[in-house]
């Protein structure tokens, strides 16, 4: 079973956010908010630990967000 953050391996696509981040433990928050009106809203978190020379690709299912 799929959850709405999975893990993408492939760091070298070019899409969604990119940010540069010094070697540590991070959390993230991720707010889904619909632009007007009362739709679906999710919170999505999670941890990243950046090690040197090391990727991390956070891939965010809005299918199964919006099938919630």
Known sequence: METP???VPNCDMNYGLTEE????KYNYK???????G????KDIT???DITEGDCETVFIN???VFAN
């Open 21 to 24: 981040l010094e070697v540590g």
């Open 46 to 48: 999670g941890d990243l």
């Open 5 to 7: 953050t999975d893990s």
């Open 30 to 36: 991720v707010e889904i908010r619909p632009v007007q």
């Open 62 to 64: 809005y299918n199964e």
């Open 38 to 41: 009362t739709g679906c809203t």
